[in-house]
Structures are given as C-alpha cells and as structure tokens.
C-alpha cells in the first residue's frame, strides 16, 4: 500500500501542472470552503484563497487533503468526498 502512496505523489509531483489536476484541486477546495470543512493541514490562506492562487507546488498538499477527505469517516457529505476521489483519480490516470 505505501508503494502505491508513494507512486501517487511521484505522479503528482511529475503531472502538477496538468490542467484536469489543476480544475480538480480547485473545485475541491471551492467546495471544502463552501461548506466549511475542518482538515488538520497547516495552511497560511483559506481554502478559497489557495483555490484562487493555486501553484503546481500546493498540489501535493491538496492531494494529502484529498486522501484524508476520501478515509475520513467523519466527512459524510458525497459531492466533497467525490470531488476528492475525482482529483486522486485524475492524478492516478496522469
């Protein structure tokens, strides 16, 4: 499993700049502002504002986000957790 983890951020790192990832993580973060998800990450700029100014190099951090959006039992709404396995999927498919 950590191989497969591994491959995924090598991925990331590789295909950062991809349109369809970049259109991912940010609809990802615009709906986990607009519904005021709580993500233990260490962040200097609100969801939206990492949205709006979005590098190649916060992907890996959004993807991180996406994974523990995608296991946590306590997110239950389906439309963030799809937007999540949307983003890993478009990363996994690069």
């Known amino acids: ?3 497969k ?3 995924l951020y090598k991925k990331c790192e590789l295909n950062a700049e991809s349109g369809d990832i970049m259109g991912a993580c940010q ?3 615009q709906l986990m502002d607009a519904k ?3 993500v233990e990450e260490d962040m200097d700029q609100t969801f939206l504002e990492m949205a709006e100014n979005l590098k190649p190099e916060d992907v890996r951090q959004v993807l991180t986000m996406a994974l523990k ?3 946590s039992g306590e997110i239950k709404d389906p439309e ?3 937007a999540a396995s949307k983003l890993i999927r ?3 498919m690069s």
């Open 69 to 71: 959006i995608r296991e």
């Open 80 to 82: 963030l957790k799809n």
């Open 1 to 3: 499993m950590e191989s």
């Open 27 to 29: 609809v990802m973060l």
């Open 36 to 38: 005021k998800i709580k």
């Open 90 to 92: 478009a990363i996994e």
């Open 5 to 7: 983890l591994e491959e």
